[in-house]
């Protein structure tokens, strides 16, 4: 060790002062030096002081989620945070800002903006035009002499955005499916900084046609979007591995250039994909694009991820989560409250739990503001999640610490430490409280103060009068009460909604007077004639005021002991003439729909004292002076203000949600028999009378007689057996032609071949024509691509497991197929108003270009062979998913299931494939199949038509309900088929009408819905008739299957019930009580104070920006599978010309009419 003499201390002890000295000057000219910007932009003019040095003393810091500083001080030095902390000295020339009570939080980050894109300079585009990578959002750059980012003509939306305590945003362009990048930018701060904080974040990306500048060429069909997004994800690494084959050797060609390639592939390589995610299965579709193709992707979600939950787990992917909720559906009337579906009542209420739902499984997220129609909406909108379970730590990091984290900025912004950004939210109290208010934003060291006074309201114009309302019939004694009306109506015309305190008074029933206090003689039990009578007084509420009828609701148990529980719907018309009466000669009419569903009629008539024609006195008890814009009562007394969410309604989530939906699939006994049941097998045993079946794990094991007493009181005995007596026990039916469950389109119409395009893509699990066709006894469904091109696209056979997420649903050993089509609908020369000149034209050209196509497709193949052995002098082949699947079909991998009508086009198709040596799957529909039996039979091919459908157009005139009984005769395998979803609920009378139509027997009848659809779809290994070893798919009929009389008891798939008449009968009544409560929810919810009427100074519609209310949001457009076709519309032409189907959601329930239990009467 060497030790210092003290001689040798001596200088630098000397020196000490003289150091202390410099470092504080260095300092102090560290700081002088520092409050000057660090830009490079000249100052024009003279210089503008500015304040770059503040002190916020005293205010309770949210430093992080969880991490708290109850009272500290945070100093500003220009655009950065410098110190945070408690007893923090105040710099010399510091401005301090008292912060007592208030609490300080880092600014809220939302990655949910879109805007224009910006004009690209792209000189070589691709030929596609919404695939756009290289377009940016418009966001104009003070650094390139834009305005300001302290302009609110910079970012028209930022007031909005900062009064929500929102101080960076991530903006996309709003078009295309490759949409382009995104921008960071801050929506505030100093005049000399950029707003743009971080460019090229990620690029965006759409599995949909856009809602913007799409449907007019391909894709027109989400199925299209997907084909789309595949092939490009392909060129782009292909054109990557070309460029880089011909930078290794010279002598192979070059790709031609091509930019958007090119930024695709870079994307893959360094950058993330956010994927647009409509709906909750979009999840799973967009989860399955990264895996394949290996690209990084955040989710953009759509708030209904919680009904598809275990898929979004499975995903193991981080959300943009949207907290656009359902606005409170319209249930003031009867017919209102019938229109709506279970699936919108329930998801109104259970759409504020998402966050808190995903949290608790673990899963990632953002909160963004996409979707909101006002942005002013969005505090408020996560304070409901916050009562409904989401943690406030968990709300705060979704909107600060983890998309800073996820754009890449987390050294810059999402906590309140020293060396970030100063960008700060200041709150009157905690964030996530409905009456706190957002009182300052600091973005970038700049300070924005918002006004938290709260504005006048409009001075309203009132109208009083009293009136007497008789019902009929009388409801629980009552048969007169009178209503008092106070209301105040908007000075704007289109004000629909008016303010207003009504009040109902009835006398009492001589039961609900209160008992005297003592005995007194009778007749002093006598009232005199000046004493007045208690009234039991009840306030309308919500009340709505439309053209012709004014709406609201009461809640009857205050009106009267002896009325049910709940509220009770009030209409009253009103027609223009009324208007112009005298007061005393107006009679109105109207009805009241009680609690109990009973409707009493009201006939309602001016009052005839002159002294109840003013305006209900003040000091009344009938009054309340209570405005419907906030429901409050005066004394705040009212239970129904408590809060609907602070005890929101305990049910099951089921899925699909709504009617018919489930908590979890059946249950698999592992042994089950079936007992006594008379077996139509539709196999070699033919009908078995008086048999059992064992089913073992989803299995048939063994068909017998008396296996329930064999298997009685042993070891491996049986753990459920099912009474089949008198019952008569079919495979499950199987349609070869469907168009349910789906929600991509079912066409893609926009070409002549559209092989890529998969139905697979879009399997809709919540279709409620699953659970409709289960209760009719399918199990099995061939889901087609439309009929609008010669080559269409690729099928997908689905097992109706309801209650399955959508990969469950697809049977897993199905052989692929694609679908071809012929006739009108193809060579589209009877509706070419709008259609373009598509070719082909004519029968001739369809002939012609699947010849094309094939020839092709072998030429294709024939490259990947020479490639695959090995020579590679050239480029790598290129991957065309349309001519892969054309391939697959030559090489025997992909059936063909071909739309086919007239005689002659069916022998051109199969002297076609007769070239190419590739046999058809099915001939769809052939209802001339009759004509060339022969030819069919000489071919191999099969036939899968309708029973008595001819006549609907021009090229079906020769179709005769003789066609399959024919066509069987000839040896062909024939089935029946639906291609609709109505008609898909009794295939198996549909069947049967084969008996009448030919003499076909009951057993060859049935098996044109069971074995030889099965035999079609090469899967009759697995189903199609009862034999051990076949899966057990099995339907439970009450009589003979082929009777229009017998219906579907029970239907099992793989050994599950996933049908019976008992479990329907409960789920109908089970759904019917909670729609009873949900409707009596939203009532209680409409009392309610809102939150714009608890925070109204974050609510003024005058804060809104341009951009706020223009944008297309969530709540101002239709669901995204609503957008599209759920039949083949090309079947529907009429009179030479496209019949425009109705494109409504076929997967929402029509619980007024059809019902699964009804499926069979």
Avoid at 587 to 611: F, N, Q, Y
């Amino acid at each position: 060790m060497h030790i210092m003499s003290r001689s040798s201390r001596l200088p630098f002890v000397r020196l000490a002062p003289c150091l202390i000295v410099v470092i504080c000057l260095l300092l102090r000219t560290s700081v002088a030096q520092t409050l000057d910007p660090a830009t490079t932009r000249p100052a024009e003019g003279i210089r503008e002081p500015s304040a770059n040095l503040y002190a916020l003393q005293n205010a309770r810091v949210m430093v992080a989620p969880g991490e708290v500083l109850g009272r500290a001080t945070v100093i500003i030095q220009r655009d950065s945070i410098r110190i945070v902390g408690a007893d923090v000295p105040i710099p010399p020339g510091a401005e301090v800002i008292p912060m007592e009570g208030k609490t300080i939080y880092a600014g809220l980050v939302d990655m949910g903006g879109e805007s224009d894109p910006a004009a690209s300079a792209t000189a070589n585009p691709h030929w596609h035009r919404l695939v756009a990578p290289g377009q940016s959002p418009a966001v104009p750059s003070a650094a390139t002499g834009g305005s300001s980012a302290g302009s609110d003509s910079t970012f028209p939306a930022a007031a909005s955005l900062r009064e929500q305590g929102i101080t960076a945003q991530l903006i996309a362009p709003n078009s295309g499916i490759f949409s382009g990048e995104s921008h960071a930018v801050l929506t505030g701060g100093p005049i000399w900084m950029s707003p743009i904080l971080k460019d090229s974040v990620a690029q965006h990306l759409q599995l949909t046609v856009p809602r913007r500048g799409g449907g007019a060429d391909f894709p027109k069909s989400p199925m299209g979007a997907v084909a789309l997004v595949r092939q490009t994800l392909i060129d782009a690494d292909w054109y990557r591995q070309a460029t880089l084959a011909n930078q290794s050797d010279r002598k192979t060609t070059a790709p031609v250039y091509d930019p958007t390639l090119q930024k695709i592939a870079d994307a893959i390589e360094s950058q993330f994909f956010i994927v647009d995610c409509p709906n909750e299965r979009f999840v799973g579709r967009a989860d399955k694009i990264a895996r394949e193709y290996s690209i990084n992707v955040i989710l953009k979600g759509s708030g209904r991820e919680y009904q598809l939950l275990d898929s979004v787990v499975a995903a193991d992917r981080t959300l943009l989560l949207p907290v656009a909720f359902p606005k409170a559906p319209d249930v003031s009337t009867a017919q209102s409250a019938d229109e709506l579906t279970l699936t919108e009542l329930m998801h109104w209420h259970l759409a504020p739990e998402n966050p808190a739902k995903l949290a608790s499984a673990g899963v990632r997220f953002a909160i963004t503001t996409a979707g909101l129609e006002k942005v002013s909406d969005f505090l408020s909108a996560v304070r409901k999640s916050v009562k409904r379970g989401l943690s406030h730590d968990q709300a705060l990091a979704s909107l600060t610490t983890i998309p800073a984290e996820l754009i890449g900025l987390e050294k810059r912004l999402g906590t309140v430490t020293a060396g970030k950004l100063a960008n700060l939210i200041v709150v009157d109290g905690d964030l996530f409280d409905d009456q706190a208010k957002v009182v300052e934003t600091w973005v970038a060291g700049r300070r924005y103060r918002h006004a938290t006074e709260t504005t006048p309201s409009d001075r309203l114009e009132s109208l009083a009068g009293k009136w007497v309302v008789k019902l009929s019939p009388p409801k629980g004694g009552l048969t007169e009460i009178e209503l008092a009306v106070d209301y105040k109506s908007g000075e704007k015309e289109k004000a629909a909604r008016v303010e207003a305190s009504f009040s109902i008074e009835a006398p009492p029933k001589p039961d609900e007077s209160e008992p005297a206090k003592e005995v007194k003689p009778p007749v002093e039990d006598a009232k005199s004639d000046n004493e007045k009578p208690a009234r039991q007084i009840a306030k309308l509420e919500d009340l709505v005021a439309q053209r012709d009828r004014l709406t609201a609701a009461i809640d009857a148990a205050k009106l009267s002991a002896n009325l049910p529980v709940g509220f009770a719907p009030v209409t009253i018309l009103i027609t223009p003439q009324d208007a112009l009466k005298d007061k005393a000669s107006i009679r109105l009419d109207g009805e009241i729909v009680w609690p109990d569903g009973e409707i009493s009629k009201l006939t309602i008539t001016s009052a005839k004292s002159p002294a109840n024609d003013g305006p209900i006195e003040e000091d009344s008890q009938a009054t309340g002076k209570t405005s419907v814009a906030n429901n409050k009562d005066p004394d705040n007394k009212d239970p129904g203000n408590k809060a609907a969410d602070e005890s929101p309604l305990d049910f099951p989530i089921t899925r699909p949600l709504g009617a018919g939906g489930v908590t979890a699939i059946p249950a698999q006994p592992a042994d089950v028999i079936f007992v006594g049941a008379t077996v139509w097998t539709c196999g070699p045993q033919g009908i078995l009378e008086t048999t059992d079946i064992r089913v073992q794990a989803g299995k048939i094991v063994e068909i017998g007689s008396g296996l329930a007493k064999q298997y009685a009181g042993k070891k491996d005995s049986v753990t459920q057996v099912i009474d089949a007596s008198g019952m008569h026990i079919t495979p499950g039916l199987i349609d070869c032609h469907s168009h349910i469950a789906t929600d991509g389109g079912v066409n893609e119409a926009s070409r002549a071949v559209t092989a890529d395009v998969r139905i697979s893509d879009f399997i809709d699990h919540t279709d409620i024509a699953i659970y409709r066709q289960l209760a009719g006894g399918l199990t099995t469904s061939n889901i087609l691509h439309g009929s609008a091109n010669p080559i269409g696209g690729q099928n997908q056979v689905i097992k109706l497991r309801w209650g399955s997420d959508p990969e469950r649903l697809k049977f897993e050993s199905a052989p692929p197929g694609v679908k071809f089509a012929l006739g009108e609908n193809v060579k589209r020369d009877t509706w070419r108003d709008g259609a373009g000149s598509r070719y082909p034209l004519s029968r001739m050209g369809v002939e012609q270009l699947l010849r094309d196509r094939f020839i092709a497709a072998r030429e294709y193949d024939q490259k990947w062979r020479d490639w695959r052995s090995g020579d590679r002098a050239a480029l790598p082949p290129r991957r065309d998913l349309r001519l892969e699947a054309l391939a697959e079909v030559l090489r025997g991998e992909r059936w063909i299931h071909c739309h086919s009508y007239r005689q002659d086009e069916i022998a051109a198709l199969l002297g076609v494939l007769q070239e190419f040596n590739v046999r058809v799957g099915t001939l769809q529909h052939i209802l001339e199949g009759y004509k060339v039996a022969e030819l069919l039979a000489e071919s191999q091919a099969m036939a899968s038509t309708f029973a008595d459908w001819w006549a609907y157009k021009v090229e079906v005139y020769d179709a005769i309900p003789y066609n399959a009984s024919l066509l069987k005769g000839r040896g062909i395998i024939v089935s029946m088929n639906s291609d609709d979803a109505e008609l898909g609920r009794h295939l198996n009378t549909e069947a049967a009408k084969a008996i009448k139509y030919g003499e076909s027997s009951d057993e060859d009848a049935l098996k044109m819905v069971t074995l030889n659809p099965a035999k079609q779809l090469r899967i009759e290994d697995r189903v199609g008739s009862i034999e051990v070893g076949k899966d057990a798919d099995l339907v439970l009929w009450s009589g003979r299957p082929m009777s229009t009389t017998s219906r579907c008891e029970q239907t099992w798939i793989d050994g599950r019930p996933y049908f019976t008449r008992q479990a329907d009968a409960l789920r109908r009544q089970t759904e019917s009580q909670l729609r009873a409560k949900l409707i009596q929810a939203v009532f209680a919810a409409k009392k309610k104070p809102t939150d714009a009427a608890a925070n109204p100074a974050n609510q003024s519609d005058k804060d809104e920006s341009p951009a706020d209310q223009n944008a297309p949001t969530a709540q101002r457009l239709i669901a995204e599978e609503d957008r599209w076709d759920r039949i083949d519309i090309y079947c529907s032409a009429r009179g030479g010309r496209l019949t425009q189907a109705a494109s409504g959601n076929q997967s929402s329930e029509s619980e007024a009419g059809k019902t699964a239990g009804d499926a069979q009467r």
